[in-house]
């Protein structure tokens, strides 16, 4: 079972940057991609940007130019840096993991979740 645990976040006026972190821990056959999540209040959760195991990454449109998925020397872990932020990115941000078991099952794993808020 894989767990990951998040880092980062808080509060930031527009325009400015943060950058969020995850780390993954327990025991798999491997983690094919991670990426990061959002749901905003009353909204439903939506993609932000992953990075798959051959090292594609991906961003979803509303982030493209603003967002990326910096290089990460060590395995299980994914970081997201936040540039130029607006209003509208606030959010509960979360890790996601797609993991395969020892018996070749395939699982989404979550983190705790991490406070982005962007506010003058």
């Known amino acids: 079972q894989v767990q990951l645990v998040q880092s980062g976040g808080g509060l930031v006026q527009p325009g400015g940057s943060l950058r969020l972190s995850c780390a993954a821990s327990?025991?798999?056959?491997?983690?094919?991609?991670m990426g990061w999540y959002r749901q905003a209040r009353g909204k439903q959760r939506e993609l932000v940007a992953r990075?798959?195991?051959?090292?594609?990454?991906n961003c979803a449109d509303s982030v493209k130019g603003r967002f990326t998925i910096p290089r990460e020397n060590a395995k299980g872990k994914v970081s997201l840096q936040m540039n130029s932020l607006k209003t509208e990115d606030t959010a509960v941000y979360y890790c996601?993991?797609?993991?395969?078991?020892?018996?070749?099952?395939?699982?989404?794993?979550w983190g705790q979740g991490t406070q982005v808020t962007v506010s003058s």
């Open positions: 327990g025991t798999a056959l491997r983690i094919n991609d």
């Open positions: 996601n993991a797609e993991v395969l078991t020892i018996g070749y099952r395939n699982y989404d794993a």
């Open positions: 990075i798959t195991i051959d090292g594609r990454t």
